[in-house]
């Protein structure tokens, strides 16, 4: 009789200790610190996942996991769940691993533990072919345990590489982020801030000052202003924690859980015979005026809805994710309101990162072509345009996921050839009426090919016409098959939808290989 009453007892206790033990975990540092934390307008580690994941969908690991370092009087300083918050749950009903630092405790910094438990995480999201978000708030390595936590970082940015490709994997910076800890950030697809309260650099304003004798503030280097628009380190910024997460949330709509998975289709309203009349006259019949190429894209979209990347940098080039028929699409576009939609080195990589993305999570790319030509120069030569330039040409050549090209209105020289055209194995390449597909304009064509003539206006005017007769229109290239139709531009989103609705199982491979060595 009594052995029933004695376990009632105990496990009333087990669970009321089960309890104190989650709610002091739960506290993180403490009031002081998250009160301190509240006040720099940031949010605790567990306050962001709530708004990250679904209401209710939370599971956490680890909560109870303690450091084991017992230097520096570490010993009788424990934290349950050790600076870090990781789990899993869904966004908007789909699958995600997170880990959340937390600055409360022991300035988020990374121990041994602490890494042991992101590393659990990255193994299980690579397992079960779900995406890893992870919200960066950290003072960096955990300075009382050495070397012990270096380790750790090692094992994180082994664990980034091998999911490399696996599962997207997404970097939130919500505080600091500095020395080597910028490394996994960096390893992974895509990397957001919050502006004013966040910052990543390899070395802080000390460092700098000691070393070349700069004075500059952390925003000032590494903050979301430097790394969007100048370094291009991040993808996009936000203006506070929460409008970050929300904006998360909508991105992680548009990806695909892992690389064997499509991306997931959601719901539209939007007919893909949806016309644009006002199409008709985006590209201007001054062949040397600017336009928007951003209006063509939000007019394809489902809904208008566009998420662009890297807008703050290398503006001559737009990468976006949109919707067609509710499935993801990357979208690759010159710009030719800045630098005349020119190639060069920062928009090369910034479209060959983006293309290599799609590819690798089997994203198809529209390709929307207008430009010029290579930005010439020798900033660019002395940059490195070859090695650059090639890396956009490689990763067009070496995708495989379906790739629909317009040629809106210049399509020159090696750009052509660059982005998306048919030589490339482009599947379907439409070009505008007003499109010109040439080696170069006609005016520069003219002066090479009659410099001896060029004292002499009639003949030069005659022959730059005659090549502008020839050239400036898609009619010589569309003779050749190198562009499939010629399309009214109204009609663009149902031609394009219809392509991508047509190679929905498209299946091509390379030849066997360990890996490929893409110009880096
Ligand atoms: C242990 C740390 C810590 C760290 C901060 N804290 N960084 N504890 N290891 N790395 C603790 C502080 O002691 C403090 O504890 C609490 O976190 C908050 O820190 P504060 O300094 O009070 O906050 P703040 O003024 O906001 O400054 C934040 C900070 C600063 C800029 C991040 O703390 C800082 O500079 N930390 C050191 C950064 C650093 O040098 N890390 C090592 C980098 S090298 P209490 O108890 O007072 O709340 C590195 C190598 C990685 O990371 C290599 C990978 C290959």
Same mark, same amino acid.
């Given at each position: 009789?009594?052995?029933?009453?004695?376990?009632?007892?105990?496990?009333?206790?087990?669970?009321?200790?089960?309890?104190?033990?989650?709610?002091?975990?739960?506290?993180?540092?403490?009031?002081?610190?998250?009160?301190?934390?509240?006040?720099?307008?940031?949010?605790?580690?567990?306050?962001?996942?709530?708004?990250?994941?679904?209401?209710?969908?939370?599971?956490?690991?680890?909560?109870?996991?303690?450091?084991?370092?017992?230097?520096?009087?570490?010993?009788?300083?424990?934290?349950?769940?050790?600076?870090?918050?990781?789990?899993?749950?869904?966004?908007?009903?789909?699958?995600?691993?997170?880990?959340?630092?937390?600055?409360?405790?022991?300035?988020?910094?990374?121990?041994?533990?602490?890494?042991?438990?992101?590393?659990?995480?990255?193994?299980?999201?690579?397992?079960?072919?779900? &995406?890893?978000?992870?919200?960066?708030?950290?003072?960096?390595?955990?300075?009382?345990?050495?070397?012990?936590?270096?380790?750790?970082?090692?094992?994180?940015?082994?664990?980034?590489?091998?999911?490399?490709?696996?599962?997207?994997?997404?970097?939130?910076?919500?505080?600091?982020?500095?020395?080597?800890?910028?490394?996994?950030?960096?390893?992974?697809?895509?990397?957001?801030?919050?502006?004013?309260?966040?910052?990543?650099?390899?070395?802080?304003?000390?460092?700098?000052?000691?070393?070349?004798?700069?004075?500059?503030?952390?925003?000032?280097?590494?903050?979301?202003?430097?790394?969007?628009?100048?370094?291009?380190?991040?993808?996009?910024?936000?203006?506070?924690?929460?409008?970050?997460?929300?904006?998360?949330?909508?991105?992680?709509?548009?990806?695909?859980?892992?690389?064997?998975?499509?991306?997931?289709?959601?719901?539209?309203?939007?007919?893909?015979?949806?016309?644009?009349?006002?199409?008709?006259?985006?590209?201007?019949?001054?062949?040397?005026?600017?336009?928007?190429?951003?209006?063509?894209?939000?007019?394809?979209?489902?809904?208008?809805?566009?998420?662009?990347?890297?807008?703050?940098?290398?503006?001559?080039?737009?990468?976006?994710?949109?919707?067609?028929?509710?499935?993801?699409?990357?979208?690759?576009?010159?710009?030719?309101?800045?630098?005349?939609?020119?190639?060069?080195?920062?928009?090369?990589?910034?479209?060959?990162?983006?293309?290599?993305?799609?590819?690798?999570?089997?994203?198809?790319?529209?390709?929307?072509?207008?430009?010029?030509?290579?930005?010439?120069?020798?900033?660019?030569?002395?940059?490195?345009?070859?090695?650059?330039?090639?890396?956009?040409?490689?990763?067009?050549?070496?995708?495989?996921?379906?790739?629909?090209?317009?040629?809106?209105?210049?399509?020159?020289?090696?750009?052509?050839?660059?982005?998306?055209?048919?030589?490339?194995?482009?599947?379907?390449?439409?070009?505008? &009426?007003?499109?010109?597909?040439?080696?170069?304009?006609?005016?520069?064509?003219?002066?090479?090919?009659?410099?001896?003539?060029?004292?002499?206006?009639?003949?030069?005017?005659?022959?730059?016409?005659?090549?502008?007769?020839?050239?400036?229109?898609?009619?010589?290239?569309?003779?050749?098959?190198?562009?499939?139709?010629?399309?009214?531009?109204?009609?663009?989103?149902?031609?394009?939808?219809?392509?991508?609705?047509?190679?929905?199982?498209?299946?091509?491979?390379?030849?066997?290989?360990?890996?490929?060595?893409?110009?880096?």
């Amino acid at each position: 009789m009594k052995a029933p009453n004695r376990r009632k007892h105990a496990m009333s206790t087990i669970l009321t200790e089960l309890e104190e033990r989650r709610e002091s975990a739960r506290g993180g540092g403490g009031e002081r610190r998250v009160a301190a934390q509240h006040k720099r307008g940031k949010l605790t580690a567990r306050e962001r996942i709530e708004l990250l994941v679904d209401d209710g969908s939370f599971e956490e690991f680890d909560m109870f996991v303690a450091h084991r370092c017992t230097d520096f009087g570490m010993a009788s300083n424990q934290i349950s769940g050790d600076g870090v918050v990781t789990g899993w749950g869904t966004i908007n009903g789909r699958q995600v691993y997170v880990f959340s630092q937390d600055f409360t405790v022991f300035g988020g910094s990374l121990s041994e533990t602490h890494a042991a438990k992101i590393s659990k995480i990255m193994d299980m999201a690579v397992k079960n072919g779900a &995406p890893i978000v992870g919200i960066n708030d950290s003072g960096g390595a955990r300075i009382q345990e050495g070397v012990a936590s270096l380790a750790g970082y090692a094992e994180v940015f082994q664990r980034n590489v091998l999911a490399s490709g696996v599962v997207p994997q997404i970097s939130v910076i919500m505080g600091p982020c500095a020395g080597g800890a910028v490394y996994s950030p960096a390893m992974t697809d895509f990397i957001f801030m919050v502006r004013d309260t966040s910052y990543m650099f390899v070395t802080g304003p000390d460092v700098v000052k000691t070393v070349t004798n700069e004075v500059i503030s952390a925003e000032e280097l590494g903050g979301s202003k430097t790394h969007t628009a100048r370094s291009s380190v991040a993808d996009g910024a936000f203006e506070n924690d929460v409008e970050t997460l929300i904006e998360i949330r909508r991105f992680f709509d548009f990806l695909p859980l892992n690389s064997q998975m499509k991306p997931p289709t959601l719901p539209t309203y939007d007919s893909p015979d949806r016309l644009e009349w006002s199409l008709d006259s985006l590209v201007p019949d001054n062949p040397n005026q600017p336009y928007d190429m951003k209006e063509l894209i939000y007019k394809l979209a489902d809904e208008g809805d566009v998420f662009e990347l890297k807008e703050e940098f290398a503006r001559n080039i737009v990468t976006a994710f949109i919707r067609l028929e509710g499935t993801t699409v990357g979208v690759v576009a010159n710009q030719p309101m800045v630098l005349a939609g020119c190639l060069d080195i920062d928009s090369a990589r910034k479209a060959a990162r983006f293309v290599r993305f799609c590819n690798a999570f089997e994203i198809p790319i529209l390709t929307l072509v207008d430009v010029p030509g290579f930005l010439p120069g020798t900033s660019q030569e002395y940059g490195g345009i070859i090695i650059h330039g090639s890396k956009l040409l490689f990763a067009y050549a070496e995708a495989t996921v379906p790739k629909v090209t317009v040629i809106t209105r210049k399509a020159y020289g090696g750009a052509y050839v660059v982005m998306a055209s048919k030589h490339l194995r482009g599947d379907f390449n439409y070009a505008w &009426p007003s499109a010109q597909i040439a080696v170069m304009g006609a005016k520069g064509a003219v002066e090479i090919l009659y410099r001896s003539e060029l004292h002499n206006p009639e003949t030069i005017a005659a022959k730059t016409k005659e090549y502008e007769d020839r050239f400036a229109s898609p009619f010589a290239a569309a003779e050749k098959g190198f562009i499939d139709d010629v399309i009214m531009p109204h009609s663009t989103r149902k031609r394009v939808c219809r392509a991508f609705a047509s190679l929905k199982h498209k299946s091509l491979s390379g030849p066997p290989k360990k890996h490929n060595n893409i110009p880096l």
